[in-house]
């Protein structure tokens, strides 16, 4: 299965929830490649601490300057995920439909899932990123750009990929990043309903806000790792809730105060 994680607003934490997911994924054994494919701005790899092993990139495999066995990258601590890195210095208009769809099919001959990191916005490398995925995950934070910015993704997912071109339509999920219920509570932040009644479309994740995703990104080493923490059960429920599971939707926050949501 084709997963593309993608978000309208760039900082969300979209990169970082590939990263987490992919993880997750791998821990309950399925064989996993996570692909950057933001050209020029590639920081998956820094989260997955693997940035001092890249050798050869995506682009160098579209452009047959090796192939795709040399450019992948095996994590260091679950030998189950596999890394495609981006291109830090070409151009982002580079990558073309025809090499992403022959990339793919060749990843799909070996790996359960292929996540795919997409550059935020709406440029052509967004839209090679969501072409030809089986299902997108929409990352926002619960604020007006991000939620209005999403809405407009949405709609070009619908319009222009693969599966749209042909009367289908692409299984779309939203996580809802960096909550604080605090301030949800007291009406300063936008409620995860008011955000899914905006964007009509399933939820999969609800993301507290924590800071030891920062540490953990600096360390190079994704926060799942680190299961006490409440960002690292919040993704353990998405990767359970990806393989089907019905797990219930919950918000952990520091005073040890958790909401329920249906």
């Known amino acids: 299965m084709v997963i593309t994680i993608t978000s309208g607003k760039g900082g969300v934490g979209k990169s970082t929830a590939v990263g987490n997911i992919s993880v997750g994924l791998a821990n309950r054994g399925k064989k996993v490649v ?3 494919f933001d050209i020029g701005l590639r920081n998956l790899d820094m989260i997955l601490g693997l940035e001092n092993r890249i050798v050869y990139d995506v682009i160098d495999v579209m452009e047959g300057k090796c192939n795709l066995n040399q450019a992948l990258i095996n994590d260091k601590r679950t030998k189950s995920l596999y890394f495609l890195p981006a291109s830090q210095n070409k151009d982002k ?6 090499k992403v769809k022959i990339l793919i099919e060749e990843l799909k001959q070996n790996f359960d899932f292929i996540i795919i990191d ?4 709406i440029e052509s490398g967004f839209e090679h990123a969501i072409f030809w995925a089986d299902r997108a995950l929409i990352v926002v934070t619960p604020e007006v750009s991000s ?3 999403a809405d407009r993704v949405i709609g070009i997912i619908d319009a222009k990929s693969d599966k ?6 692409v299984a779309k999920h939203l996580i809802i990043n960096r909550i604080k ?4 509570k007291k009406g300063d ?5 008011d955000v899914l009644t905006i964007l009509g479309i399933p939820l999969i994740g609800l993301i507290p806000e924590d800071e030891k995703i920062v540490s953990a990104t600096n360390s190079g080493e994704p926060v799942i790792y680190n299961k006490k923490t ?3 059960k919040a993704y353990e429920r998405i990767s359970d809730r990806i393989l089907g599971k019905d797990v219930p939707f919950i918000v952990e926050n520091d005073s040890f105060f958790s909401r329920f949501f249906k």
Request: aromatic share 0%.
């Open 164 to 169: 749209a071109k042909n009367g289908e339509e």
């Open 181 to 184: 219920p605090d301030l949800i």
């Open 230 to 232: 409440k960002s690292a």
């Open 93 to 98: 208009n580079i990558l073309d439909k025809d």
């Open 118 to 121: 997409s550059p935020a916005g």
């Open 189 to 193: 932040m936008m409620s995860s309903d």
């Open 147 to 149: 939620v209005r910015d």
């Open 34 to 36: 996570a692909i950057d």
